[in-house]
Each structure stands twice: as structure tokens, then as C-alpha cells.
């Protein structure tokens, strides 16, 4: 018998290897834009949201409470909203995000005290809002859109040297804190080390003496803070002790005139939850 040629019989091999390259190269290029899934990133809600977002709040008395000026200050994990009209503080922390979606556990103050826990779950949309939907009761329940400020960028990031006080020009920083009757008046140096000027009088934080450090957090518009609150009277000095929190400032009228300011006390002992927030100016 005469034997095959060698190119003959190795000619059904070829054509195996060959259709297996095809589809190998095929699938290397193929594009999920004609109905294949794809992976969304997951968002970064990072920075500061400006204070022209909106919410809608239940009061505790079958009402509303209508917000139009929420605004928020947000990293890594952690998100404070804040309305300086309707004296209300969210304090929380981002638990998950997949994709578009998050969810949030808060703790929720009124008027610098009056603690109490709620529940959120949204949308962020990076760079530029995060909408959500507050489970809980009173002013815990209700939802709310915030909108991402223009000043997130390298040009306004986060410098000492646009907060810090000096003689002559911008001598204190001063707001009403925990409805307070007169305001609490502090001093940024340029190391970042805050210092009571004048005590607050009056509600929740009355002869409260600050002392702490802010400190740029890096591309960002944010600070990070952590203080002290020493002296404070009534109610067996239970506001004393550590915060910690986030500021930002922001232009109204004047460059960097108003810096937007919320600590809350470390601890998990309910009776002795309290936020000193305030847009100081």
C-alpha cells in the first residue's frame, strides 16, 4: 500500500487549529456594545456638594419639612449633609456601593443634639449629584438630592492658607452653634491649630472651649478635624470630650468667606451624642 503524503494527513489538524485560532481572535475583539454585559464601575462620591440640594423631611407631626439648602461634605466612607436653615445634621456612613447604587447608615441632630439612627439608599452619580431615600422616622424619613460643587477641582483644593485668620484682615472665625445666643468665635493659625477665641452662650454647647487641628485632605477641597471641647456647662459635662468631622470653605459674597464646619463627639453612648456644626464666618 502506498503511504499518504505527510501534508495530507496533517491537513485535518491544520484546519481544527485554525477555526480555534479564528474564534480565540474573534473573541478577543469583541465589543459587549451589541448586547453583552459589562461591568459598571463603581462611583466615587467623593468631595463637596454645594448648599443648593434639596429634601423633603417628615417633621413628626403628619408634615413636611421642605430643605433647599442641603449640603454635604464627603470622604472615603463617611458623609455629612447639612441644612444651617433648618438647624438639622446627618452624620453617616457610606455602608456599600455597586455600580450607581449606595446605602447609608445616619445619625441624625437637631439643633446640635437630639440624636437619632435612620437608614439611606440612593443613586451617586459621580461628579455631579447623589439622590437618596431616608428610612426612618421624623426627620429621619423622607429623601433628598444633593448637587455636586464646581469648586472640586486642583485650583480649589483644600490650602491653610486660604482659612487661616490673620490680624487686621479676617481676625476670628464666628457662628451661632447648638442654638446658641451668641456665637462661638474660633482661630485657625497656619498650622491648622484651632483655638477658642470666645466661648459660645447659650444652648447645647454654652462655655464650650475648642481646641483641636484641621488638615488639608489631599485632592481635595476637604480638611479633616478633630477637636476638643473642654469647660462646656450644664448637664454633667457630658458635651465635653473628642469630635471629629469635615469642613470645606466656600465663596458667598468674598473669596473663601464662609467655612462650612460639622464635628460630632466619638462615642456610641446614645444620651451623649452631639454635633457642632455651623457655617462660620
Known amino acids: 500500500m502506498t503511504p499518504r503524503n505527510l501534508s495530507t494527513r496533517l491537513t485535518p ?6 477555526v480555534l485560532f479564528v474564534l480565540v481572535v474573534q473573541g478577543c475583539f469583541h465589543s459587549s456594545s451589541g448586547g453583552g454585559s459589562s461591568v459598571v464601575p463603581d462611583a466615587d462620591p467623593a468631595g463637596y456638594y454645594i448648599n443648593t440640594g434639596t429634601a423633603s423631611v417628615d417633621d413628626g407631626m403628619s408634615g413636611t419639612i421642605d430643605i433647599n439648602d442641603l449640603q454635604a461634605m464627603v470622604n ?3 458623609i455629612i ?3 444651617v436653615a433648618n438647624k438639622l445634621l446627618y452624620d453617616g456612613n457610606i455602608t456599600n456601593i455597586d455600580g450607581n447604587s449606595f446605602t447609608a447608615d445616619f445619625i441624625v441632630y437637631t439643633d446640635g443634639a437630639n440624636p437619632m439612627a435612620t437608614t439611606a439608599s440612593g443613586t451617586i452619580t459621580t461628579g455631579s449629584s447623589i439622590t437618596g431615600t ?3 422616622s421624623g426627620v429621619g424619613s423622607g429623601s433628598f438630592t444633593l448637587s455636586y460643587a464646581s469648586t472640586n477641582h486642583n485650583d480649589t ?3 491653610i492658607a486660604r482659612i487661616e485668620n490673620e490680624a487686621g484682615v479676617n481676625t476670628t472665625w464666628g457662628a451661632k452653634v447648638g442654638n446658641s445666643v ?7 493659625d ?3 491649630a484651632i483655638t477658642s477665641e470666645t466661648p459660645p452662650l447659650g444652648g447645647v454647647f454654652t462655655s464650650c472651649d475648642m481646641n483641636g487641628t484641621l488638615s488639608p485632605i489631599s485632592g481635595s477641597s476637604l480638611y479633616s478635624v478633630s477637636v476638643t471641647l473642654a469647660g462646656c456647662g450644664g448637664a454633667g459635662g457630658i458635651r465635653n470630650g473628642d469630635y471629629t468631622g469635615l469642613a470645606t470653605s466656600r465663596t458667598d459674597l468674598e473669596t473663601d468667606d464662609t467655612l462650612v464646619f460639622a464635628v460630632t463627639k466619638d462615642t456610641t453612648v446614645a444620651n451623649e451624642r452631639f454635633s457642632l456644626n455651623a457655617e462660620f464666618k
Open 13 to 18: 489538524f491544520l484546519m481544527i487549529f485554525w
Open 76 to 78: 472615603g466612607d463617611r
Open 81 to 83: 449633609m447639612m441644612s
Open 134 to 136: 431616608l428610612t426612618g
Open 157 to 159: 483644593a483644600a490650602d
Open 182 to 188: 451668641f456665637e462661638q468665635e474660633i482661630i485657625i
Open 190 to 192: 497656619s498650622s491648622g
